[in-house]
């Protein structure tokens, strides 16, 4: 069973530029969701996909939108990068519908917008 | 607007005390609640739930308690070892299933 990788693992962007991150499901997970982890704080909820459908969206503006695939993995998009987006950005699968509210984490790719 | 609170940064314990870190929510709503543990580099790793239908739940070293009056809950190691040494995330499930995360204790276990 294979856990939920993302890549890339760190990059550098520079204020009004685009990224798209990355993000492998959980072997049998069909739910994505995103999160950002600003330094000394907890993470907050970007947004959930399932079926290839955004499924709940946290307080974040437009700029960051994101995609399902077929086979589950998920890219999130952030355009005109500002200073602020740099964080930890984590990725997590969970089976939904079974009721387990078993999530599993990527190890996150750190953005640094300079 | 913070539904989660964890109000210690950071916590420090000798090995083999144990290791208390605290939690509060505002919502009334949630019913389930998480632990999540992070090292750096890493993302965080599922340590242990409760549902609101309980009042403590055990997994080894690691016991979770609820006070759904006080909308509190604790994690309690014991004992605490040195590979405890992490950042701790006190976490809800929302109505549309999503995570609610406090803002983490540091947890430092020193020899």
């Known amino acids: 069973e294979t856990g939920v990788t993302q890549s890339p693992t760190h990059l550098i962007k520079t204020r009004g530029q685009q990224v798209t991150l990355r993000c492998s499901s959980q072997s049998g997970h069909n739910t994505v969701s995103w999160y950002q982890q600003a330094l000394g704080q907890g993470p907050q909820f970007i947004f959930q996909?399932?079926?290839?459908?955004?499924?709940g969206r946290g307080n974040f503006p437009p700029r960051f939108s994101g995609l399902q695939f077929p086979n589950y993995s998920s890219e999130l998009n952030v355009n005109a990068l500002e200073l602020d987006d740099s964080a930890l950005y984590l990725c997590?699968?969970?089976?939904?519908?079974?009721?387990?509210?078993?999530?599993?984490f990527g190890s996150g790719t750190r953005l640094t917008v300079v | 607007d913070q539904q989660v609170k964890q109000n210690s940064p950071s916590l420090s314990v000798q090995e083999g005390r144990i290791s208390i870190l605290n939690c509060d929510y505002t919502n009334s709503m949630f019913d389930y609640f998480l632990w999540y543990k992070k090292y750096p580099a890493e993302g965080p790793t599922f340590l242990i739930s409760?549902?609101?239908?309980?009042d403590k739940n055990e997994d080894g070293r690691f016991t979770v308690f609820l006070n759904k009056s006080a909308k509190h809950l604790s994690l309690h190691i014991v004992p605490s070892q040195p590979g405890d040494s992490a950042v701790y995330f006190c976490a809800a499930i929302d109505q549309g299933g999503k995570l609610i995360f406090g803002q983490g204790t540091e947890l430092s276990v020193k020899p």
């Open positions: 409760i549902s609101s239908i309980k």
């Open positions: 997590a699968s969970s089976a939904r519908g079974n009721g387990n509210y078993g999530y599993t």
């Open positions: 996909y399932y079926r290839e459908e955004e499924n």
